[in-house]
């Protein structure tokens, strides 16, 4: 499953490269994050935790920066994890593309994830994971820019995605009519 | 009572008073002192490499015994893979499954590590804790996908993922094109389903230290290959494994496999000394019991200007999952059943079976003949639709007719025999069909319920079904000292009725009532050799041999009575357990006093040329299958808006020879009806594009339930195989196999204000819509 | 194995008119507890997630699942299996000489949840017609009869002329 | 008790939830059983304000003979859920938690306004249905909180009533569903019309706001109702592994026109 999002940060590419590398500083924005350990100077032990309705996840795993391309602007950070209850597995890889826009940065991110396990092979629930992984990847773009921006750390708790789903879809129905 | 017939007679079922208690001994039933239970660690990945593996957390958890993954297992088991259990030349890679998966899995659901423990709880607490380091692999998710250049390999070592090519035919397909007034193309696609028992499999495993000798209980329809595996994975002989079937609640093929739990259990028991039970659950039958029926198949058909066809020419891809278990046979019995029982003058199909990163597919009830049957009863519809024809009058135009029997297909089949209809009146069983449906008046009456806005169709499915495949099955007939005769057979029963159909066939030779019979059956122990359950084999094969050797004990009885009463032994006969002289009130003895004189009772002297005890052994061995026949006709209607299909009507001619038990073959016949309207409008086993499964629960892959299914209409044509002793043939599978093809023809037909062409099945609700929808818009 | 910590609770109920006292790992399902520890092995557990219903019992006379049910739940409650249904003296009911005479059953797994979920129906609703219990069954999965002949056996017991 | 615990769940019938577990999909660490609190279980369906207990189960709601004369449409849309095992375990207080968006429960308290009430640690408190799902699966409850009660207005005496839905079988999760109240004035007019969707959106039922108030005030009639199911039909749906938002879509718009034609049938005072 590919998520792909953009996000702008007030800071030219150059300044905008080291923040993306900082991965204590990024991870937290990924909501339900939480760093356990630091393997190396590019790899991170972790968990992220979160919620689909009923179901409570926990991945634990690791992230590491694979390649840092200074000449395209380019940093491929991949991360795979396991879902404490052996209910699934999941591999990420996330590109970050950084582009000059004004004074700023625009920062693509392709989000490529690889769910496995029970969690998927359920096929009434697809849709729900399918929007749970776009919402997390959403969200955590989000956060970012704004750390990037204000500078204070997200909230660590583990999001409900539910209750955050209710918003937007509200905010579907309500502002977009019918489709 | 004399002349007393248990043969064509709807006997009860001796199956049944156990069963109605509740004192089945199903495999999960049986508990061994000291018993211990396992839980698999299964990959969540289609396809992936495997690295290290962590197991300490898992044997921290409360009643976990031990954890084992492939590296543990003993050495000469290492790199070792399953028997093939048909190999055939047109194999070119013909791959099976380790027992546990060492460095490569190929489907989401495949073992690599067994957590073992004092209850399946705990067990399943521990493969939880299991921690495998995944390097998920590219993946084949659909057959589709297997043959497009710069496909995912499903085997990463594998050049492409080919598992077999054949190509069969006869005549001048090239000429009947060139000759044809018409030429009809189409292409179709059956998917993927299962047998869904309602027991799931499971394995109970005992080594003897003393004996050196082991015991497997395995849910399974053919004991003998899991011995045949069994002895060669271990390198033992076959003395040393005795393989026993408990009571099996269903097996329809996906049971006749040898699956790597058969042998994983066996190895643990060995190593821990103590008796190992797996029962699988229903999302493990999901993942990881073998499948079938998803073909692409491309047909075009040669016909005259009327209506008779010149001949077929098609091309077929299988589907086989990520392993070969059994083999290539079922596309090669698609390929053989195709023409059906019309005259194709000539024929030529190629077929190529590929690798895909999901559950292996293997025969299951039909193998391979309903997506044959639906691609060739769909080509006569669409020929009948291209000419302007009523489709049972194409039909009719084309059935090989009756004094054409015996009938020279011209192809060979599965057991190397020429595919020879032996008996059968084909252009009778269609007619007599149409007539009992009202296929006359059927656009009466579809006229009348169109105007009421209601949408009506009916569908034709004719099929011919090898049977009775050999190449044996053997059965032996003892009478015992207490004047109960017993019936051994390696035949596995699944709920058949084996044991039922053999006391009938067994009583009447000896001339007793079947219930002073018991049958032991899918026990290795009790009959050393034997083939299995399936291919609608056992009444014909196990059938035929019990028979011969009730023969042979009735034979004995009278010999060893004659030398009693010194008579002639043709001056006996045999009546409710005793020998008498025929027709008179005279000398007689019981069976259960000569099993004792024979038994190594001191004194007695055998007479001149009678074997020791009471007992008689007899294989058969068919010459070549025997083929059955039918033709269903479906009646249904379909909520246009919704795309709901209700079945309304539902008859079946059905020609299996000889009945034993009418009863029987009414069930069969009725429950293969149930299964094929599953495959027609129902079962789906959805995968994603990367091979994950999707449909894992009795929610999601929708099995029939009993008011979808309608009450069919069944009626025997009875035309007698001269190719066995009883004139039977087989008749486990032929309510299924032309059902897909009979529904959905009625569907489309319910559909014709609409102008859609149905090629696929299942067809659910959904896809129905959209068809119309399509339809609508290109007008 | 040290020191077992899998919880465990006391329950006591009656089993097929027999008073059943035990200790009962808490997670256990009625059919799990019925099954493993007091060897009531006619019970079946088909799915384990509530559909196919081989694994229904009565539970004070009305059908439930097995599986979706605690055996602590149980507790203080009356429970009948397949194994109750037939008379002390082992005549079956007149439901299971039905499905005898009627061929109702073939590998016979499902067959003991059907059982308890007809047993439980008819009592109920002893006027029902075929629509009406193929409704009721459609709760049961059987992948070997196609359903026609427990449909005409439950029907001869319904019927009053048709009962054995 | 919840409240003490870490991880726990509330189990009511069980229906929904144990098959999650055995699936091992949920792992609480522990359940408190509510089915043992009686007081919990009871139909009040003689007065104008309809009581339920939560506890109360699905086989009594459809049994209750008073309920059913006040509001037949709770019966018929339980005929839906399950079978008759699971509807002889499953209680209502369950399916509103649970919040299967397929659920027909749910979607018959959305159509009937209803108000729940749940009690926690601090004390009781009371929501309107509409502010009860939070998401996908995902009640308007804290931890500690359970639910208590259920209670709406019967629905007017001469109004009419329609349920329906798609599944594949009976007792199947409804690809869509719809429920239908209707009432009309002395005019013969559409006075007021309630529709709820279930199966249709992963946060719960979904009450068609729009088209209740486009149909207020109209002749009931073949044209108004096709324009009722256009406009259901024109709405986002959710999508599966297995369902479109298109046939979701389709099947919600035949599902209303239907059930507003048979409402519409069943009303005293129709055209």
């Given at each position: 499953?590919?998520i792909?999002n953009?996000?702008?940060v007030p800071?030219?590419?150059?300044?905008?490269?080291?923040?993306?590398?900082?991965?204590?500083?990024?991870?937290?924005?990924?909501?339900?994050?939480?760093?356990?350990?630091?393997?190396?100077?590019?790899?991170?032990?972790?968990?992220?935790?979160?919620k689909?309705?009923?179901?409570?996840?926990?991945?634990?795993?690791?992230?590491?920066?694979?390649?840092?391309?200074?000449?395209?602007?380019?940093?491929?950070?991949?991360?795979?994890?396991?879902?404490?209850?052996?209910?699934?597995?999941?591999?990420?890889?996330?590109?970050?593309?950084?582009?000059?826009?004004?004074?700023?940065?625009?920062?693509?991110?392709v989000?490529?994830?690889?769910?496995?396990?029970?969690?998927?092979?359920?096929?009434?629930?697809?849709?729900?994971?399918t929007?749970?992984?776009?919402?997390?990847?959403?969200?955590?773009?989000?956060?970012?820019?704004?750390?990037?921006?204000g500078?204070?750390?997200?909230?660590?708790?583990?999001?409900?995605?539910?209750?955050?789903?209710?918003?937007?879809?509200?905010?579907?129905?309500t502002?977009?009519?019918?489709? | 009572?004399?002349?007393r017939?248990?043969?064509?007679?709807?006997?009860?079922?001796?199956?049944?008073?156990?069963?109605?208690?509740?004192?089945?001994?199903?495999?999960?039933?049986?508990?061994?002192?000291?018993?211990?239970?396992?839980?698999?660690?299964?990959?969540?990945?289609?396809?992936?490499?495997?690295?290290?593996?962590?197991?300490?957390?898992?044997?921290?958890?409360?009643?976990?015994?031990?954890?084992?993954?492939?590296?543990a297992?003993?050495?000469?088991?290492?790199?070792?893979?399953?028997?093939?259990?048909?190999?055939?030349?047109?194999?070119?890679?013909?791959?099976?499954?380790?027992?546990?998966?060492?460095?490569?899995?190929?489907?989401?659901?495949?073992?690599?590590?067994?957590?073992?423990?004092?209850?399946?709880?705990?067990?399943?607490?521990?493969?939880?804790?299991?921690?495998?380091?995944?390097?998920?692999?590219?993946?084949?998710?659909?057959?589709?996908?297997?043959?497009?250049?710069?496909?995912?390999?499903?085997?990463?070592?594998?050049?492409?993922?080919?598992?077999?090519?054949?190509?069969?035919?006869?005549?001048?397909?090239?000429?009947?094109?060139?000759?044809?007034?018409?030429v009809?193309?189409?292409?179709?696609?059956?998917?993927?389903?299962?047998?869904?028992?309602?027991?799931?499999?499971?394995?109970?495993?005992d080594?003897?230290?003393?004996?050196?000798?082991?015991?497997?209980?395995t849910?399974?329809?053919?004991?003998?290959?899991?011995?045949?595996?069994?002895?060669d994975?271990?390198?033992?002989?076959?003395?040393?494994?005795?393989?026993?079937?408990?009571?099996v609640?269903?097996?329809?093929?996906?049971?006749?496999?040898?699956?790597?739990?058969?042998?994983?259990?066996?190895?643990?028991?060995?190593?821990?000394?103590?008796?190992v039970?797996?029962?699988?659950?229903?999302?493990?039958?999901?993942?990881?019991?073998?499948?079938?029926?998803?073909?692409?198949?491309?047909?075009?058909?040669?016909?005259?200007?009327?209506?008779?066809?010149?001949?077929?020419?098609?091309?077929?891809i299988?589907?086989?999952?990520?392993?070969?278990?059994w083999?290539?046979?079922?596309?090669?019995?698609?390929?053989s059943?195709?023409?059906?029982?019309?005259?194709?003058?000539?024929?030529?199909?190629?077929?190529?079976?590929?690798?895909?990163?999901?559950?292996?597919?293997?025969p299951?009830?039909?193998?391979?003949?309903?997506?044959?049957v639906?691609?060739?009863?769909?080509?006569?519809?669409?020929?009948?639709?291209?000419?302007?024809?009523?489709?049972?009058?194409?039909?009719?135009?084309?059935?090989?007719?009756?004094?054409?029997?015996?009938?020279?297909?011209?192809?060979?089949?599965r057991?190397?025999?020429?595919?020879?209809?032996?008996?059968?009146?084909?252009?009778?069983?269609?007619?007599?069909?149409?007539h009992?449906?009202?296929?006359?008046?059927?656009?009466?009456?579809?006229?009348?319920?169109?105007?009421?806005?209601?949408?009506?169709?009916?569908?034709?499915?004719?099929?011919?079904?090898?049977?009775?495949?050999?190449?044996?099955?053997?059965?032996?007939?003892?009478?015992?000292?207490?004047?109960?005769?017993?019936?051994?057979?390696?035949a596995?029963?699944?709920?058949?009725?084996?044991?039922?159909?053999?006391?009938?066939?067994?009583?009447?030779?000896?001339?007793?009532?079947?219930?002073?019979?018991?049958?032991?059956?899918?026990d290795?122990?009790?009959?050393?050799?034997?083939?299995?359950?399936?291919?609608?084999?056992?009444?014909?094969?196990?059938?035929?041999?019990v028979?011969?050797?009730a023969?042979?004990?009735a034979?004995?009885?009278?010999?060893?009575?004659?030398?009693?009463?010194?008579?002639?032994?043709?001056?006996?006969?045999?009546?409710?357990?005793?020998?008498?002289?025929?027709?008179?009130?005279?000398?007689?003895?019981?069976?259960?006093?000569?099993?004792?004189?024979?038994?190594?009772?001191?004194?007695?002297v055998?007479?001149?040329?009678?074997?020791?005890?009471?007992e008689?052994?007899?294989?058969?061995?068919?010459?070549?299958?025997?083929y059955?026949?039918?033709?269903?006709?479906?009646?249904?209607?379909?909520?246009?808006?919704?795309?709901?299909?209700?079945?309304?009507?539902?008859?079946?001619?059905?020609?299996?020879?000889?009945?034993?038990?009418?009863?029987?073959?009414?069930?069969?016949?009725?429950?293969?009806?149930?299964?094929?309207?599953?495959?027609a409008?129902?079962?789906?086993?959805?995968?994603?594009?990367?091979?994950?499964?999707?449909?894992?629960?009795?929610?999601?892959?929708?099995?029939?339930?009993?008011?979808?299914?309608?009450?069919?209409?069944i009626?025997?044509?009875?035309?007698?195989?001269?190719?066995?002793p009883?004139?039977?043939?087989?008749?486990?599978?032929?309510?299924?196999?032309?059902?897909?093809?009979?529904?959905?023809a009625a569907?489309?037909?319910?559909?014709k204000?609409?102008?859609?062409?149905?090629?696929?099945?299942?067809?659910?609700?959904q896809?129905?819509?959209?068809?119309?929808?399509?339809?609508?818009?290109?007008? | 194995?040290?020191?077992?910590?899998?919880?465990?609770?006391?329950?006591?109920?009656?089993?097929?008119g027999?008073?059943?006292?035990?200790?009962?790992?808490?997670?256990?399902?009625?059919?799990?507890?019925?099954?493993?520890?007091?060897?009531?092995?006619?019970?079946?557990?088909?799915?384990?997630?509530?559909?196919?219903?081989?694994?229904?019992?009565?539970?004070?006379?009305?059908?439930?699942?097995?599986?979706?049910?605690?055996?602590?739940?149980?507790?203080?409650?009356?429970?009948?299996?397949?194994?109750?249904?037939?008379?002390?003296?082992?005549?079956?009911?007149?439901?299971?000489?039905?499905?005898m005479?009627?061929?109702?059953?073939?590998?016979?797994?499902?067959?003991?949840?059907?059982?308890?979920?007809?047993?439980?129906?008819?009592?109920?609703?002893?006027?029902?017609?075929?629509?009406?219990?193929?409704?009721?069954?459609s709760?049961n999965?059987?992948?070997?009869?196609?359903?026609d002949?427990?449909?005409?056996?439950?029907?001869?017991?319904?019927k009053?002329?048709?009962?054995? | 008790?919840?409240?003490?615990?870490?991880?726990?769940?509330?189990?009511?019938?069980?229906?929904?939830?144990?098959?999650?577990?055995?699936?091992?999909?949920?792992?609480?660490?522990?359940?408190?059983?509510?089915?043992?609190?009686?007081e919990?279980?009871?139909?009040?369906?003689?007065?104008?304000?309809?009581?339920?207990?939560?506890?109360?189960?699905?086989?009594?709601?459809?049994?209750?003979?008073?309920?059913?004369?006040?509001?037949?449409?709770?019966?018929?849309?339980?005929?839906?859920?399950?079978?008759?095992?699971?509807?002889?375990?499953?209680?209502?207080?369950?399916?509103?938690?649970?919040?299967?968006?397929?659920?027909?429960?749910?979607?018959?308290?959305?159509?009937?306004?209803?108000?729940?009430?749940?009690?926690?640690?601090?004390?009781?408190?009371?929501?309107?249905?509409?502010?009860?799902?939070?998401?996908?699966?995902t009640?308007?409850?804290?931890?500690?909180?359970?639910?208590?009660a259920?209670?709406?207005?019967?629905?007017?005496?001469?109004?009419?009533?329609?349920?329906?839905?798609?599944?594949e079988?009976?007792?199947?999760?409804?690809?869509?569903?719809?429920?239908?109240?209707?009432?009309?004035?002395?005019?013969?007019?559409?006075?007021?019309?309630?529709?709820?969707?279930?199966?249709?959106d992963?946060?719960?039922?979904?009450?068609?706001?729009?088209?209740?108030?486009?149909?207020?005030?109209?002749?009931?009639g073949?044209?108004?109702?096709?324009?009722?199911?256009?406009?259901a039909?024109?709405?986002?749906?959710?999508?599966?592994?297995?369902?479109?938002?298109?046939?979701?879509?389709?099947?919600?718009?035949?599902?209303?026109r239907?059930c507003?034609?048979?409402?519409?049938?069943?009303?005293?005072?129709?055209?």
């Amino acid at each position: 499953m590919k998520i792909e999002n953009t996000l702008t940060v007030p800071l030219p590419p150059a300044d905008a490269l080291p923040v993306l590398l900082d991965i204590p500083f990024v991870a937290p924005c990924l909501p339900g994050t939480d760093l356990t350990r630091e393997v190396d100077a590019r790899t991170f032990e972790g968990k992220v935790s979160l919620k689909v309705g009923p179901i409570a996840l926990s991945f634990n795993g690791t992230a590491t920066v694979e390649e840092i391309d200074p000449e395209t602007l380019t940093v491929l950070v991949s991360a795979r994890g396991r879902e404490d209850r052996g209910r699934g597995s999941a591999v990420a890889s996330v590109v970050f593309t950084l582009s000059p826009e004004g004074s700023g940065t625009k920062v693509s991110v392709v989000t490529d994830v690889t769910l496995a396990g029970a969690i998927i092979q359920y096929a009434r629930g697809a849709g729900i994971v399918t929007r749970t992984a776009q919402e997390l990847v959403d969200q955590f773009a989000k956060r970012l820019a704004a750390r990037i921006e204000g500078g204070e750390a997200p909230d660590p708790e583990a999001i409900r995605v539910g209750s955050l789903l209710w918003k937007s879809i509200k905010a579907k129905v309500t502002g977009g009519g019918a489709a | 009572m004399v002349g007393r017939v248990f043969f064509g007679q709807s006997v009860k079922r001796l199956e049944d008073p156990d069963l109605l208690r509740g004192r089945g001994q199903f495999l999960d039933d049986i508990q061994l002192p000291g018993m211990v239970e396992c839980a698999f660690v299964r990959s969540p990945f289609p396809h992936a490499r495997v690295g290290a593996i962590d197991t300490s957390d898992a044997r921290a958890v409360p009643g976990v015994i031990g954890v084992c993954t492939a590296r543990a297992l003993p050495d000469h088991m290492h790199g070792k893979r399953i028997l093939l259990q048909v190999p055939s030349p047109a194999i070119t890679n013909p791959l099976t499954q380790e027992p546990l998966a060492t460095d490569e899995v190929c489907f989401a659901g495949e073992a690599v590590a067994v957590v073992i423990a004092d209850n399946r709880h705990a067990a399943e607490d521990g493969a939880e804790r299991v921690i495998v380091e995944w390097e998920p692999l590219p993946a084949v998710g659909n057959v589709a996908d297997a043959l497009k250049p710069g496909a995912a390999k499903t085997h990463a070592a594998m050049a492409d993922n080919v598992a077999a090519r054949q190509a069969l035919g006869y005549g001048d397909v090239d000429a009947a094109f060139k000759n044809a007034a018409h030429v009809v193309r189409e292409s179709y696609h059956t998917h993927r389903g299962t047998g869904h028992p309602m027991e799931c499999r499971g394995v109970v495993a005992d080594w003897d230290a003393v004996d050196q000798r082991f015991r497997i209980w395995t849910s399974t329809q053919t004991p003998h290959n899991t011995q045949r595996a069994v002895v060669d994975m271990f390198n033992l002989s076959e003395d040393a494994v005795r393989v026993i079937t408990p009571d099996v609640g269903g097996g329809f093929g996906p049971k006749n496999q040898v699956y790597p739990e058969e042998l994983v259990i066996p190895v643990l028991a060995r190593m821990l000394e103590r008796p190992v039970k797996w029962a699988e659950d229903r999302r493990e039958h999901f993942l990881t019991t073998t499948q079938e029926r998803d073909q692409l198949w491309d047909v075009a058909a040669a016909v005259d200007a009327d209506g008779k066809i010149l001949g077929i020419k098609a091309a077929l891809i299988h589907d086989a999952g990520a392993y070969l278990p059994w083999g290539a046979i079922m596309p090669y019995i698609s390929a053989s059943t195709l023409p059906g029982p019309y005259v194709i003058p000539s024929y030529k199909i190629d077929a190529t079976t590929v690798f895909t990163n999901m559950i292996s597919t293997t025969p299951l009830r039909g193998a391979g003949r309903p997506q044959a049957v639906f691609a060739m009863e769909r080509m006569m519809d669409a020929i009948a639709r291209s000419l302007g024809l009523d489709p049972a009058d194409i039909r009719a135009r084309n059935l090989i007719p009756a004094d054409a029997m015996p009938y020279d297909m011209g192809l060979t089949y599965r057991d190397g025999a020429p595919v020879k209809y032996d008996s059968g009146d084909y252009p009778e069983a269609q007619a007599k069909a149409l007539h009992r449906a009202g296929y006359a008046d059927f656009p009466a009456r579809q006229a009348a319920a169109l105007a009421e806005g209601r949408h009506i169709g009916i569908g034709i499915g004719n099929y011919v079904e090898g049977t009775g495949l050999g190449p044996f099955e053997g059965a032996t007939v003892r009478v015992l000292t207490n004047g109960r005769v017993a019936i051994y057979t390696g035949a596995a029963a699944a709920g058949q009725a084996h044991k039922t159909t053999l006391a009938q066939i067994c009583a009447d030779e000896l001339g007793i009532t079947p219930d002073m019979i018991d049958v032991t059956v899918g026990d290795t122990g009790k009959m050393a050799r034997g083939a299995g359950t399936y291919a609608s084999r056992i009444t014909v094969n196990a059938g035929s041999s019990v028979r011969i050797a009730a023969g042979g004990v009735a034979g004995k009885l009278k010999a060893l009575a004659a030398a009693k009463f010194q008579v002639d032994p043709e001056s006996l006969e045999l009546l409710d357990g005793l020998v008498r002289i025929t027709g008179t009130q005279g000398d007689q003895v019981s069976f259960a006093d000569l099993a004792k004189m024979t038994s190594g009772m001191p004194g007695f002297v055998l007479p001149d040329g009678v074997a020791p005890d009471l007992e008689a052994s007899g294989y058969f061995t068919p010459a070549q299958a025997t083929y059955s026949n039918g033709c269903h006709v479906a009646e249904v209607e379909v909520d246009a808006e919704t795309g709901r299909v209700k079945i309304l009507n539902y008859v079946v001619v059905h020609d299996c020879g000889n009945l034993v038990n009418p009863k029987l073959v009414d069930g069969q016949v009725q429950g293969g009806v149930a299964h094929g309207i599953g495959n027609a409008i129902l079962e789906n086993m959805v995968y994603d594009a990367d091979g994950n499964p999707l449909t894992t629960t009795f929610g999601d892959y929708l099995m029939p339930t009993a008011e979808i299914v309608p009450d069919c209409d069944i009626i025997h044509m009875q035309s007698p195989t001269p190719l066995n002793p009883l004139g039977v043939k087989g008749a486990g599978e032929g309510g299924t196999i032309p059902a897909p093809a009979a529904i959905v023809a009625a569907v489309e037909n319910a559909l014709k204000p609409f102008n859609i062409r149905i090629t696929e099945c299942p067809i659910r609700p959904q896809r129905i819509v959209q068809l119309i929808n399509a339809a609508q818009q290109n007008t | 194995m040290t020191g077992d910590t899998r919880p465990r609770t006391r329950v006591s109920l009656t089993v097929n008119g027999r008073a059943v006292e035990a200790m009962v790992e808490d997670r256990f399902s009625l059919g799990d507890f019925l099954r493993r520890d007091l060897a009531l092995t006619g019970t079946h557990l088909g799915c384990e997630h509530g559909v196919c219903g081989a694994c229904t019992v009565l539970v004070d006379g009305e059908a439930v699942r097995g599986c979706l049910m605690l055996a602590v739940q149980a507790d203080g409650r009356h429970v009948t299996t397949i194994e109750g249904l037939a008379d002390a003296d082992g005549n079956l009911s007149p439901l299971q000489q039905a499905f005898m005479d009627h061929h109702g059953l073939q590998c016979g797994f499902c067959t003991p949840g059907i059982l308890m979920t007809l047993t439980a129906y008819i009592n109920e609703s002893p006027d029902a017609d075929e629509e009406a219990l193929r409704d009721a069954l459609s709760g049961n999965i059987c992948r070997c009869t196609g359903y026609d002949t427990i449909v005409q056996a439950a029907l001869s017991v319904l019927k009053p002329k048709g009962g054995v | 008790m919840l409240a003490a615990l870490e991880n726990a769940r509330p189990l009511a019938g069980g229906q929904s939830l144990m098959p999650m577990m055995n699936l091992r999909y949920a792992t609480p660490d522990h359940l408190v059983d509510l089915s043992r609190l009686a007081e919990l279980s009871y139909i009040e369906a003689s007065s104008p304000r309809i009581c339920i207990g939560a506890m109360t189960r699905q086989r009594d709601l459809m049994a209750d003979v008073d309920l059913m004369a006040a509001c037949p449409i709770i019966a018929a849309a339980l005929r839906h859920v399950g079978h008759i095992q699971t509807r002889n375990r499953g209680t209502i207080g369950g399916s509103l938690c649970h919040l299967d968006p397929a659920a027909e429960l749910p979607g018959m308290m959305a159509l009937l306004d209803a108000t729940l009430t749940a009690k926690g640690k601090d004390g009781e408190r009371t929501m309107a249905m509409a502010d009860f799902p939070l998401g996908y699966m995902t009640p308007n409850l804290e931890p500690h909180e359970f639910l208590t009660a259920v209670e709406f207005d019967a629905p007017p005496k001469n109004h009419g009533w329609a349920f329906d839905e798609v599944a594949e079988r009976t007792g199947d999760f409804a690809q869509a569903g719809c429920g239908v109240l209707i009432t009309f004035n002395a005019e013969k007019k559409i006075d007021q019309a309630k529709l709820v969707l279930i199966g249709v959106d992963e946060d719960g039922p979904r009450r068609l706001g729009a088209v209740e108030t486009m149909l207020t005030g109209k002749a009931p009639g073949d044209a108004l109702f096709r324009e009722a199911g256009a406009m259901a039909a024109a709405e986002p749906m959710a999508e599966d592994a297995l369902v479109t938002q298109a046939y979701r879509q389709q099947i919600a718009g035949v599902l209303v026109r239907r059930c507003l034609t048979q409402a519409a049938g069943r009303a005293g005072g129709a055209a």
